[in-house]
């Protein structure tokens, strides 16, 4: 069974960082790409990251602009956030597959609270 645990969200003040985890479990995950995506309340879930499966390359959401970085050691998948936003408040969803547009896996969600 695969599963997909995130840890490592909470709640921070503006300007201040975070560090989420994934680890994927299940099955081999070295062929599939490793990425995360956040839904904010009524909104529409949208891309954040993503890590290729073997070139390890690496892209972003728009709104990014430098100011996270997506790691991957085997099958735990990082994603290290800093200067942080009130906007950047979500649930963070990690995602695999093979396609980073559909991806074949989620995980349940870990909320980041940005506050003042």
């Known amino acids: 069974q695969v599963q997909l645990i995130e840890s490592g969200g909470g709640l921070v003040q503006v300007g201040g960082s975070l560090r989420l985890s994934c680890a994927a479990s299940?099955?081999?995950?070295?062929?599939?790409?490793m990425g995360w995506f956040r839904q904010a309340p009524g909104k529409d879930r949208e891309f954040v990251a993503v890590i290729t499966s073997t070139e390890r390359n690496t892209y972003y959401g728009d709104f990014v602009n430098g100011r996270f970085a997506i790691t991957r050691e085997n099958d735990t998948v990082y994603l290290q956030m800093n200067l942080l936003q009130f906007e950047d408040t979500a649930t963070y969803y990690c995602a695999v597959g093979a396609s980073v547009a559909s991806p074949d896996y989620w995980g349940r969600g870990t909320q980041v609270t940005v506050s003042s």
């Open positions: 299940g099955r081999t995950f070295s062929n599939y790409n």
